[in-house]
């Protein structure tokens, strides 16, 4: 995924000039002018005002999704909307491939709503193959038909990104009734996601990710032949409901009271990306995390995920010179910068270093020159 090595961007000078600190995988840091949306005064939820401003926010994220459909904007995590995608769209069976953490908890959620649900294991610290679909894909079908199928895009555990266009693609020839539920919590916004030309169904995502805002918010783009399977699905149950939510979006709001101040925020945020320039943005995120490879094998430590399908919003790093994640944080902490420890059982054994939403080259460059000098101290 990163064969060649890409033209460093200049920083961006339309972000804050806080000094950023947070290279974990969310919450992000977020900008000055973006918190500061959320201390406007308040409206109501029912407003013109509002509506307006939802409305604006609705026809953005139609953009960066990359849909003509909708989004769907719920005051919730992505973790919600993965909820939702089950309740509104699996009235009987569904694969869920599980090749991470976030994988696992759909896998989760699929079986805490009661669904027939066909698990698919792929070794963590590696993506999930079209083969693999293709194959998992019709073992199930032989014991009828299959609703859907969860995968994880940007797994933000091990740092590995599957080809959800190649996924999506076999499922469709495979079994064209069959939708494709993608989770892309921890890349919407830093990698190109095609909603429509790729043929997915549901792709959700949360605020405090690349999105660089606040907690506390959920998207998802729902397709056509979605909404219409929803529509024939019972027990969609009343907060989640896609028909329900479609209704209140033709109006610009949504059925119970929003988060007018995270609103705020987004709509603040969405006209920055949108001036830095979507296609930029990509570029910036694919070239931090190729800086990130790059100075993590040149400083003596392995890349835990697979070559050819590595994140290009975090990082994850096996701890081959066995260092003290927790002390290096705790000499990082004192330069105002902090990373994530390993998830899970990885925890020690590997760190991660996300490189999304607001952060710059310069950024990058400050936290290497941190990590270096801990390095070298530790060896005296």
């Known amino acids: 995924m990163h064969q060649q090595v890409l033209e460093r961007p200049a ?17 992000t840091d977020v900008a000055d002018e973006v918190l500061a949306a959320q201390t406007a005064p308040m409206i109501g939820h029912r407003s013109d005002e509002f509506e307006a401003l939802f409305a604006k926010c609705e026809e953005q994220l ?4 990359y849909t003509a459909a909708r989004v769907y904007i719920l005051a919730a995590s992505g973790t919600a909307f993965q909820e939702a995608a089950i309740r509104n769209l699996v009235p009987g069976r569904v694969v869920s491939f599980v090749n991470g953490a976030f994988s696992q908890r759909w896998h989760d959620v699929a079986v805490g709503c009661d669904k027939q649900v066909v698990r698919v294991d792929v070794p963590w610290n590696t993506a999930v ?9 019709r073992d199930a079908l032989v ?26 693609a076999v499922v469709r020839s495979l079994s064209p009734q069959t939708l494709v539920l993608v989770d892309a919590v921890s890349s919407f916004s830093g990698v190109k996601i095609e909603t429509d030309a790729w043929g997915l169904d549901v792709v959700l995502t949360s605020s405090q990710k690349a999105l660089a805002l606040p907690p506390g918010l959920a998207f998802a783009a729902v397709s056509d032949r979605a909404l219409a399977k929803a529509e024939t699905v019972s027990g969609r149950g009343w907060y989640f409901d896609f028909v329900r939510l479609e209704k209140a979006l033709k109006k610009s709001t949504t059925p119970a009271t929003p988060a007018i101040s995270l609103m705020r925020s987004l709509g603040v945020q969405l006209d920055r990306i949108f001036a830095e320039g979507v296609e930029e943005r990509f570029a910036r995120h694919a070239w931090l995390a190729e800086r990130t490879q790059r100075w993590a094998v040149a400083n003596g430590f392995d890349l835990m995920a697979e070559d050819g399908y590595r994140s290009h919003t975090v990082t994850t790093i096996t701890n081959t010179r066995q260092i003290s994640v927790n002390r290096l944080n705790a ?45 070298a101290e530790s060896e005296t």
């Open 11 to 27: 920083d961006n000078m339309t972000v804050s000039s806080r000094h950023q600190r947070l290279f974990i995988p969310g919450p």
């Open 62 to 65: 139609r953009s960066l999704f």
């Open 331 to 375: 000499y990082l902490a004192r330069h105002d910068m902090e990373i994530s420890n390993g998830y899970g059982d990885y925890k020690d054994k590997a760190f991660r270093i996300a490189h999304m939403g607001e952060v710059q080259t310069g950024d990058m460059d400050r936290l290497f020159a941190a990590m270096e000098a801990y390095l």
């Open 143 to 168: 014991a009828g038909p299959v609703d859907a199928i969860t995968v994880v895009h940007n797994e933000t555990s091990t740092g590995v990104m599957s080809p959800v266009q190649e996924i999506a």
């Open 129 to 137: 193959k079209p083969q693999q679909v293709e194959a998992a894909l």
